[in-house]
């Protein structure tokens, strides 16, 4: 029986010592696993990990949606000016003159 102790530790020592070598391969650079594990881990980005396609389509968005505002934004203020312009041109005289001349009436109806 001790005999096939023996044995049963040497075939252990064997299953143990052919893992730590496939474990060795593993961790090497240039072994055909490291490389195929290398080659799953670039396909698996490629197709699953879609966060640098999102990430460009939200930049795409926002940089379209700062442009078109900002070109609203300024269509808005430009309309703004002309308002004001056409305002201080226009209305505000023509309403100064009108109101000057109700009061004039109005006082001479009361003087």
Request: charged letters at 30%; hydrophobic letters at 30%; a neutral charge.
């Amino acid at each position: 029986m001790s005999g096939g102790g023996t044995e049963t530790f040497v075939g252990y020592e064997a299953a143990t010592s052919g893992g730590d070598k496939k474990r060795d391969s593993l961790g090497t650079t240039g072994s055909p696993a490291h490389l195929i594990i290398k080659d799953l881990g670039e396909i698996h980005s490629r197709l699953l990990d879609h966060r640098p396609v999102i990430q460009g389509e939200t930049r795409y968005f926002v940089k379209e949606f700062e442009e078109k505002r900002g070109l609203r934004e300024m269509r808005v203020l430009e309309n703004l000016k002309n308002m004001i312009r056409e305002t201080n041109e226009h209305a505000i005289p023509k309403c100064r003159e009108t109101m000057q001349d109700n009061l004039d009436q109005v006082l001479q109806r009361y003087s």
